[in-house]
């Protein structure tokens, strides 16, 4: 079974500053995805930022970005210039490939981020 | 807003009620699920519908049945529930395509009482 751990509970940053979340992941499967999940305090999660584990480049969207370690079994989530709405819960997720249909996400436990002015 | 809409936002229930939680998406997706979110712990898949069948129970207790009359429409019904059913329960579809991202109602915030 997979397992995705977040180490961190809680986090705080200055707004505009950089932050790195950390996740591990640990699975015996070669091709999966991983994902960053936020959930706001309105309690919607949102998809952040996506990765397919057979693209060696580390995905990016606009002021966030990914470290993918494939070999480590990490996946760490920067946010630049850090906004006072990026204050949420974020979650790490993983899927395993399935052939023509869609899996079961995994969740980590989450981090608290909070963005201070 | 992501086109998951869940019903309702907060509910209320004793232990011997029965209630239903709706979750409604017309995103065109094929895959619905239901998770369970409580604090300190990482969200619990329940269930999955691919096609309105119901694809994987994750050992659940019987007191959550899930409905699924069609893509669209996903229901939880509640019944002789327990004070740690408490959480937040959260609905998301997606595509029926390896990899693609999951899109989730608010969810229902149930206390039992």
């Known amino acids: 079974a997979q397992t995705v751990t977040q180490s961190q509970p809680e986090m705080s940053v200055q707004e505009a500053e950089t932050v790195t979340l950390s996740c591990t992941y640990d699975?015996?499967?070669?091709?999966?995805?991983l994902f960053w999940y936020k959930q706001p305090p309105s309690r919607q999660m949102i998809l952040v930022i996506r990765?397919?584990?057979?693209?060696?480049q580390n995905a990016t969207e606009n002021r966030f970005s990914v470290n993918f370690q494939k070999a480590a079994k990490s996946f760490s989530l920067k946010i630049s210039d850090s906004q006072l709405g990026d204050t949420a819960m974020y979650f790490c997720?993983?899927?395993?490939?399935?052939?023509?249909?869609?899996?079961?996400?995994?969740f980590g436990k989450g981090t608290k981020l909070t963005v201070n002015p | 807003e992501t086109g998951v809409t869940q019903t309702p936002r907060h509910l209320v229930m004793g232990m011997t009620n029965k209630k239903s939680l709706k979750c409604e998406q017309h995103l065109g997706h094929n895959a619905m699920y239901w998770y369970k979110q409580s604090a300190k712990k990482p969200l619990e898949l329940m269930f999955v519908y691919n096609f309105k069948e119901q694809t994987e129970n994750n050992s659940v207790p019987s007191r959550f049945s899930p409905e699924c009359p069609n893509s669209s429409h996903l229901f939880l019904h509640l019944h002789t529930l327990q004070p740690e059913d408490s959480a937040l329960y959260l609905c998301a579809s997606s595509p029926q395509r390896s990899g693609a991202e999951a899109f989730f109602g608010q969810g229902t915030r149930l206390t039992v009482v």
């Open positions: 990765q397919e584990a057979y693209k060696q």
């Open positions: 997720a993983f899927m395993k490939h399935a052939q023509g249909g869609s899996e079961k996400l995994v």
């Open positions: 699975t015996s499967e070669n091709n999966y995805y």
